[in-house]
């Protein structure tokens, strides 16, 4: 009896020291509970603005290009131009010939000129002798006018001699449709001269952006090719209709005169299409979740977690609104990747 008291009495002494060990163990648990250093900014009614980025090139506007041509088929001999060459008015740009279809047009129109002068002369001199009638007479006379007229059209029109095309006016050579050798049809374009700075910006938008552009919109145009150009336009017309090539809509946009954009250049249209004021943080403070996206704030030294709703975003900023935020709440911005609702944080300097 003595000794199952012993071994009782064991026993108490063993599960007492057991529950002891376990509450430190928690104690112990408790004191080295994790904390999440991060930094924070205060949450602040601000404006924001959503800005559509577009990109383009360098055209020329399209009711100033001046396009070369001659009004009969030639031949090219040589050109005197590259394309974004600036040249000066007056100035050479291509030389060209009649095409041996041309030369052929014109010794026929020649013979042809000439056999109805003589045959004119004839029936002056039949009727004359009244061995002629006057309706004769008079389709000779309509004959020699048509044929001296269709001379006198291919002459005029240079198509008699090799010649040297030259710009109307100062500017900048924008294209070049041709090679030497080229048989060219009649008023086809050789090449084509922008003069002065008659440019602006072609820029692609999305479809379903485009209607939130309008006419006179600011554009912040920026070179994608030369750094440091950069410049302010205004949106002058919106196709609205969709451009096969690129299933963008093509917009214009004026150049600023003063900024040296390259011809043909690309460029990066900012166009601002919406501003608001709403409660902005740092995109890096929200993050996806399961139903929609969250962030933290700091209160009393720990971590507390909003469900929130993104609207205007830019760059580097956010608009968010959710029931329990407040204007000067501090929105943890870095180590938010780390943190649970609840959590011990602290907030680095």
Known sequence: MKRNLTILLALALATTACHKSTHKEDEAADAVKPTAAVRTVKLEKSTIAATLIAYGTVVAQSDQLLSVSVQYESKVVRLLVSA??????????????????????????????????IQLEQAQNRFSMKLALNQELQLAKQAARDSAATLSSLTVRG????????AEASGQVSSIEVRIGHIVPAGSPLLSVVPGRRIEALLGVEPESAGRLHEGQKVHLISVNQKGVQGDGTIRLITRRVNPETRLVDT??????????????????????????????????????????????????????HKVVIGLQTDTLTEVTGEDLQVGDEVITVGVHQLEDGMAVDKSE
């Open 84 to 117: 974004g060459e600036t040249v000066e008015e007056g100035q050479p740009l291509i030389e060209v010939e009649p095409s041996p279809d041309t030369k052929l047009q014109l010794a026929e129109a020649t013979s042809a000129a000439d056999s109805a002068q």
């Open 159 to 166: 198509a008699g001699d090799r010649i040297i095309l030259k």
């Open 252 to 305: 214009f946009a004026s150049v600023p005169p003063d900024a040296p954009f390259i011809f043909s250049g690309y460029l990066r249209g900012e166009i601002e299409v919406e501003q608001k004021g709403a409660l902005v943080v740092p995109r890096d403070a929200v993050l996806p979740d399961d139903d929609g996206f969250i962030l933290f704030t700091v209160r009393d030294g720990h971590a507390v977690e």
